[in-house]
């Protein structure tokens, strides 16, 4: 089945980590930014806020795509039994860092693909495990001024110089931690009858 047989395939988020991501799969793809309040609910574990927030930005976009497949995904992390959001500033960030060093940070990132041609929706949460090293202030003020994460959940870029803050990954997906984890999308866009270059396709 030839590429151009796919439908329109829209990536509902505004982050540029995303998208550079979305990018390795070598595929056509539109960047529509949602409305979306990503506010927790009361009472919601992270497991429950990343998914339902992935969801809503699918949905969010298909309402005016209904011909397309579009790609929600949302990421929390977890410290202590608290989530941590992006910290926005330097201060914010210098205590995320401070509060995780030493420790273990859970990362639930949540995919949506929904095909707004069925109505169907797949979506899953990989969960990642990163240990953070216990490093002086002074490494982890100077690390933020050098990357400056504060779009970045739990502030620290394991793509770039924020990888030095790590002591250990787990996961079953690698590129979950960055924002968007390929391996469960790619298969669920080949669920959708989605053809990717190359072979695996089914």
Do not use: W
């Not at 439908?7 to 960047?31: C, D, H, K, N, Q």
């Not at 990421?75 to 420790?103: E, F, N, S, W, Y």
């Not at 797949?122 to 400056?148: G, H, K, M, S």
């Not at 669920?188 to 089914?202: A, E, V, Y």
């Amino acid at each position: 089945m030839p590429l151009h047989s796919n439908p329109p395939l829209i990536l509902a988020s505004g982050s540029r980590y995303r998208r550079e991501l979305l990018e390795r799969l070598r595929v056509s793809f539109t960047v529509k930014a949602p409305h979306v309040d990503e506010t927790p609910l009361a009472g919601e574990n992270p497991h429950q806020t990343a998914l339902r927030l992935a969801q809503e930005k699918a949905h969010a976009v298909a309402a005016a795509h209904p011909d397309a497949v579009i790609i929600g995904s949302d990421q929390v992390a977890m410290l202590d039994g608290r989530q941590i959001g992006k910290p926005g500033d330097h201060p914010t960030a210098m205590a995320q860092l401070r509060m995780m060093r030493g420790k273990v940070v859970e990362f639930h990132t949540a995919l949506c693909v929904h095909d707004a041609r069925s109505g169907l929706s797949q979506a899953d949460d990989v969960v990642t495990f990163v240990t953070v090293r216990n490093l002086p202030d002074e490494t982890l003020d100077a690390y933020l001024r050098a990357e400056e994460p504060y779009d970045c959940a739990g502030s620290a870029k394991s793509e770039g110089l924020g990888i030095m803050l790590l002591e250990k990954v787990e996961s079953t997906d690698p590129t979950a931690l960055i924002g968007l984890p390929l391996i469960a999308l790619t298969t669920m866009l080949m669920r959708t009858g989605f053809t990717l270059p190359g072979p695996g396709t089914q």
